[in-house]
């Protein structure tokens, strides 16, 4: 689902070829990381608030977390806000 977001944005993951092959939680954690706030809402638009954060919490209990502090400390405070 947010693959087809990540195909027309190479910006967001421009060293992976296989775009399509990405899971959802990869897509998000990419537009998370290198997307802007309209990146954010197009992929919360295709998933809804409540899926949305249920990646991020998967992305944030993993073994390596890439997104850095004050990324995750932002959408810890966005989500409690509004999911």
Known sequence: ????????KPYLAWYIKDKKALS????????LSYGDWGD??????V???SKMKSLFEEIKR??????KKRTLNYFQNYFAKYA
């Open 62 to 67: 993993g073994k390596r977390v890439n997104l």
């Open 24 to 31: 959802d939680k990869s897509a998000l954690e990419h537009i």
């Open 47 to 49: 998933l809804g608030i």
């Open 40 to 45: 954010v809402m197009e992929a919360e638009k």
């Open 1 to 8: 689902m947010l693959q087809k977001i990540l195909e027309g």
